[in-house]
């Protein structure tokens, strides 16, 4: 038997030292990574989503204003001449229809006084002259065309007081010499255009108040010629306000005013809007998101499902609680709650997207 020489025992047992230790290693290294799992609790707060192939939605934001519907709005002008006497209203007061809102002293209401009371005097007049004249016709001491006569005097007698009550109740005649302004519907006082005292005359043609129910408005959005081919009636659409900064209303485009300002050379459209709580005034500035689709697919997945990380996007790809990758994408286009993944991720695959960020740094430190 040979021997071996006395330095060749230690190289052995060095090696085997050295083999045992990389064993070791790699041993514990493969324990660690067959060793993570999600807890029944984290399990628990994390929400799974699935890709899926989605049409790709485009977002467009137009600015615009709040309006009143202008089939609900009416503007009321002077119909008698005279002087403002008293306004009951204010700027932004809410009217019932038939309620007074204002009175104007009116020398043609005077007139009209003066008119039906001698209207109501030949009235009397007549009707004496007609009792006489039948009182003689039964005596024979008048003619049957006496009697028609008188009959014909009362007649254009009551046509005259009838013309001048129907007269009063146009011109809206309220105590002695004055017309009075009723509200013609439900609304709000939009507009105020008179003071007390202020002289009115039936022939001008600016008009005293404006009213308009405010239950449903109108956002008028301006586009851009640039986007006028992207806007579409039907499309829906997100409003939001500087007033109300953290509330959302929905609509949709139901006119597109097919000209152009030339001033601004923008497009109009329109949104119609029910409005709960009389929340949008006239005049507030609005902003307008429409979202469109522009013909093509893509993989889509929620936009709180990526992770940026070093200039890079990154996702969880879940498929069990013992089997979580940590996958970079491509991100195409991201909107507010989706976005669409151009590499990176297959239909099918499932990824997390809550709470994704503790699972991250866990399994990237």
């Known amino acids: ?3 071996m020489k006395p330095y060749t025992l230690p190289l052995l047992i060095a090696a085997a030292a050295t083999a045992f230790g990389g064993c070791r290693q790699s041993l514990a290294e493969d324990t660690d990574k067959t060793t993570f ?3 029944d609790t984290m399990l628990a707060s994390i929400r799974i989503d699935t890709t899926a192939i989605r049409p790709v939605e485009s977002e467009l934001r137009l600015s615009g204003k709040v309006t009143p519907d202008l089939g609900k709005v009416l503007k009321l002008y002077p119909i008698v001449s005279g ?12 009217v019932k229809k038939g309620q007074i809102i204002a009175v104007i002293q009116s020398g043609e209401i005077a007139d009209y006084d003066k008119q039906l009371a001698d209207a109501n005097s030949d009235l009397a007049i007549a009707e004496k002259s007609l009792k006489v ?6 005596s024979q ?5 006496d009697v028609l006569n008188a009959e014909e005097e009362r007649n254009k007698a009551t046509a005259e007081i009838g013309r001048l009550h129907e007269l009063m109740r146009l011109y809206r005649k309220g105590s002695g010499s004055t017309s009075i302004v009723t509200a013609p519907i439900n609304g709000y006082i939009i507009e105020k255009n008179i003071n007390n005292g202020m002289e009115m005359r039936a022939d001008n043609s600016a008009h005293m108040f404006t009213i308009s129910e405010l239950d449903e408005v109108w956002i008028m959005a301006n ?8 806007v579409k009636e039907g499309y829906p659409a997100d409003i ?3 007033s109300y900064p953290d509330k959302i209303f929905h609509g949709q485009i139901d006119k597109v005013y097919n000209v152009l300002d030339p001033e601004t050379k923008t497009m109009q459209v329109r949104i119609r809007l029910s409005n709960e709580g009389m929340l949008l005034k006239p005049e507030m500035f609005a902003t307008v998101l429409l979202k469109y689709r522009d013909g093509s697919e893509m993989p889509a997945i929620p936009s709180s499902a990526v992770i940026f990380d070093k200039g890079k996007n990154f996702v969880m790809v879940f498929r069990d609680r013992y089997n979580i990758d940590t996958r970079e994408v491509s991100v195409a286009k991201s909107l507010n709650t989706v976005s669409y993944i151009s590499r990176g991720l297959q239909p099918g695959e499932r990824v997390i997207s809550k709470n994704q960020l503790l699972i991250y740094d866990a399994l990237n430190e």
Not at 83 to 94: A, C, E, F, R, T
Not at 223 to 230: G, K, L, M, S, Y
């Open 83 to 94: 002087y403002v006497k008293d306004i009951k209203v204010q700027l932004g007061d809410y």
């Open 141 to 145: 001491l008048a003619t049957e065309k």
């Open 133 to 138: 004249a039948q009182d003689l016709y039964q």
């Open 1 to 3: 038997m040979k021997r």
């Open 240 to 242: 939001s306000t500087i």
């Open 223 to 230: 586009v851009f010629e640039t986007d006028i081919a992207r």
């Open 37 to 39: 799992a999600l807890s």
